[in-house]
């Protein structure tokens, strides 16, 4: 089965993996993403130029927002970018198409530009300049936004990254000549600018290779929600004394003294003194250069993980999931079909050894709804159905939704057994979902790893009276009653 990048192309994972590349899925794109401080920090030359030249660029956008008021066309030019979907990198996990960068994020990036960056390149407290910077404080650019856009600016090294693997490992029956659009930046027209590449081709497009030691998971090293949690952390890094002093004096004024103060009022402290005292995001910065090396260390277990998790455990089911050969087989319309997928995707996870891919290398159950979706949507690989993620009719967002016209619809919602809403959503959400979609079923598909939760299910169920509703799918993956690895 053709899933991931050595399957498409017949490499040996190994090759691949002396190359430094991560094996991305065809099919669906997997939640890494590159983070520019990996760069940053990078004992790599080439890395250090990669930082280097995406700070030019800001520079260079800076310089213009100075200069004057940015018309909507260069606005566009110079900061919207589509997504760089050929890196099957991201956060769409149907397929490879994401949103990119628009006219909003074009926004919020000039005026950052201007309001966060005011000695942006001429730093006093940090050792160097920094993309993320932008997502701190202001609104409107987030952690996605930021990968985009860092994708984006060093393309032309990706690009050629790319090429040479498949100069050297691919045969020319594989490949393509390709004039990519927006490869690199001409100070001199100030333009982005095509370039000519031989590429991995695959389908109707090209295929890009990103290296496994910029990459990480969850979130980019410096990022919002670690400098607020981290506060009160921050002042204790400014050398001045009475600075610090103001500072803390200042921050402890805005939160209740003789209670217990809610997030909502820690977060508007902290947002409010950073406001007054901007330099505290610098000092921040600081902190995490300093402590650079973790940054390496946690990417690179993050991406080992998910190595290990979407690739290999993923692959596995797969293939477990190809010997039932009836699984691959289309049958009745979207509601059999889905039914049939259902069904043998929880013999698999239940009686052949499936339910290991939800248990990190320590044997702890791993419970996030996103690697199910992720790992569901591979499994529908190959079917006439269209399979779409995240489907919002107006009503909100169902997981799936299996369509062969508009006349032949299904839903399907994932929950883990210890989601918190679970009550409720099974009381409402998927007739809401029905309704939206002019779907004519919807699946409720609750996974459960102890008996603990399996208890709690069942008590739900009995009291919403739903014990035998022929849509409400329970998965054992718990892993104290499964064979052994020798008889799986």
């Not at 691919?170 to 982005?192: K, M, N, Q």
């Not at 990022?223 to 607020?228: G, L």
Request: charged share 30%.
């Amino acid at each position: 089965m053709q899933l991931y990048f050595t399957d498409f192309f017949g490499i040996p994972e190994d090759v691949l993996d002396q190359y430094g590349a991560f094996n991305v899925s065809l099919i669906a794109d997997l939640p890494l993403f590159i983070d520019p401080f990996l760069l940053f920090n990078s004992d790599k030359p080439e890395y250090h130029g990669l930082h280097d030249d995406i700070i030019r660029y800001l520079r260079f956008l800076r310089l213009k927002s100075e200069q004057r008021e940015i018309s909507t066309a260069l606005m566009k030019a110079w900061y919207c970018f589509g997504e760089v979907k050929q890196n099957w990198l991201g956060f769409c996990e149907s397929g490879n198409t994401g949103r990119g960068l628009g006219v909003g994020f074009a926004r919020a990036l000039d005026a950052n530009l201007v309001h966060v960056f005011q000695n942006f390149g001429q730093e006093q407290i940090t050792r160097g300049s920094h993309l993320e910077k932008l997502c701190l404080i202001k609104s409107g650019v987030g952690r996605d936004m930021i990968s985009d856009f860092t994708t984006n600016l060093i393309k032309d090294y990706l690009l050629a990254y790319t090429a040479t693997f498949a100069a050297e490992h691919l045969s020319e029956d594989l490949v393509r000549t390709v004039s990519a659009p927006r490869a690199y930046f001409s100070y001199e027209t100030e333009r982005w600018m095509p370039k000519p590449y031989v590429l991995p081709f695959c389908g109707d497009d090209f295929v890009l290779l990103t290296p496994k030691d910029i990459l990480t998971k969850d979130e980019t090293w410096i990022n919002h929600n670690d400098m607020f949690n981290s506060f009160e952390d921050i002042p204790n890094a400014v050398d001045n004394d009475q600075l610090r002093a103001e500072i803390n004096n200042y921050f402890y004024s805005m939160i209740p003294r003789d209670r217990e103060w809610t997030t909502e009022e820690y977060d508007r402290a902290v947002a409010s003194t950073v406001l007054k005292y901007p330099q505290l995001i610098d000092y921040y910065i600081k902190l995490k250069e300093d402590r650079g090396d973790e940054a390496v260390a946690s990417s690179s277990a993050k991406v080992r993980q998910s190595d290990l998790l979407y690739v290999k455990q993923f692959g596995s089911l797969a293939c477990l999931l190809q010997q039932e050969t009836a699984f691959y087989r289309v049958a009745g319309d979207t509601e059999e079909e889905t039914r049939q997928k259902i069904g043998f995707f929880k013999d698999v996870i239940e009686n052949k050894g499936g339910h290991r891919i939800f248990y990190d290398a320590q044997g702890e159950p791993v419970r996030r709804e996103r690697d199910v979706h992720i790992l569901f949507r591979l499994v529908w690989h190959g079917t006439p159905s269209d399979v779409s993620r995240e489907v919002d009719d107006g009503r909100g967002a169902a997981d799936f939704k299996i369509s062969r016209g508009a006349a032949d619809k299904t839903l399907v919602e994932f929950k883990l057994a210890t989601n918190t809403q679970l009550k409720r959503n099974l009381k409402r959400q998927q007739d809401i979902y029905k309704k939206a979609s002019d779907a004519k079923v919807g699946f409720k598909v609750i996974i459960f790893f102890s008996d603990h939760e399996l208890l709690r299910v069942h008590g739900i169920l009995r009291e919403l009276k739903m014990e035998n509703d022929r849509y409400v799918v329970l998965v054992d993956a718990r892993s104290d009653n499964k064979p052994s690895a020798s008889k799986a």
